[in-house]
T-cell receptor
Framework: GEDVEQSLFLSVREGDSSVINCTYT??????LYWYKQEPGAGLQLLTY???NMDMKQDQRLTVLLNKKDKHLSLRIADTQTGDSAIYFCAETPRGNYQLIWGAGTKLIIKP | DSGVTQTPKHLITATGQRVTLRCSPR?????VYWYQQSLDQGLQFLIQYYNGEERAKGNILERFSAQQFPDLHSELNLSSLELGDSALYFCASSVTSQETQYFGPGTRLLVL
């Protein structure tokens, strides 16, 4: 079946790069997403990548997709305290309208 | 601000009661999705509507129902509430069924 996995925590120093990883099982996924959830807040779409792309860059965010290994990563350059949040990876399997979610990675920023 | 609005922001009620959560999609979006976020189950897809019709169903309990009205707003009805229904309920919308989903701020439901 469909499954998305992420590690639960990542701790980085302010100013360093953060790399949040995600693996998924459904090779038919058309889009893969990264959403951000700050404490007590809703889900904010950060970026997404279409399955026929390998990389997408948007300011401090870089998404890398390895289709062979079904591995998705989100790199945040120059991590700031405002980046503290839970980051969710999600996929939309082909022909399926719902988002399948990972458990979320809590990004902790150390001063 | 995603453009998706949800009311109420918080809801506290008792077991056995019924509540209605409301969602207004972004202007121009035809599709509405409902998700539940709980500590033990994480984020789960409940149901999707497209232009007034049910399009897909996920892990939605029989005690729960939803609809999308002609003006495209949607309501999620939760009845015979149980303690385990306490969660954050998100609505999302997209232009069509397979476009990027934008989320509302959520309704936090607490069942006592």
């Amino acid at each position: 079946g469909e499954d998305v996995e992420q590690s639960l925590f990542l701790s980085v120093r302010e100013g360093d790069s953060s790399v949040i990883n995600c693996t998924y099982t459904d090779s038919s996924s058309t889009y893969l997403y990264w959403y951000k959830q700050e404490p007590g807040a809703g889900l904010q779409l950060l970026t997404y990548i279409f399955s026929n792309m390998d990389m997408k860059q948007d300011q401090r965010l870089t998404v890398l997709l390895n289709k062979k290994d079904k591995h998705l990563s989100l790199r945040i350059a120059d991590t700031q305290t405002g980046d503290s949040a839970i980051y969710f990876c999600a996929e939309t399997p082909r022909g399926n309208y719902q988002l399948i979610w990972g458990a979320g990675t809590k990004l902790i920023i150390k001063p | 601000d995603s453009g998706v609005t949800q009311t109420p922001k918080h809801l506290i009620t008792a077991t056995g009661q019924r509540v209605t959560l409301r969602c207004s999609p972004r202007s121009g979006d035809l599709s509405v999705y409902w998700y539940q976020q709980s500590l033990d189950q994480g984020l789960q897809f409940l149901i999707q509507y497209y232009n007034g019709e049910e399009r897909a169903k996920g892990n939605i309990l029989e005690r729960f129902s939803a609809q999308q009205f002609p003006d495209l707003h949607s309501e999620l009805n939760l009845s015979s509430l149980e303690l385990g229904d306490s969660a954050l309920y998100f609505c999302a919308s997209s232009v069509t069924s397979q476009e990027t989903q934008y989320f509302g701020p959520g309704t936090r439901l607490l069942v006592l």
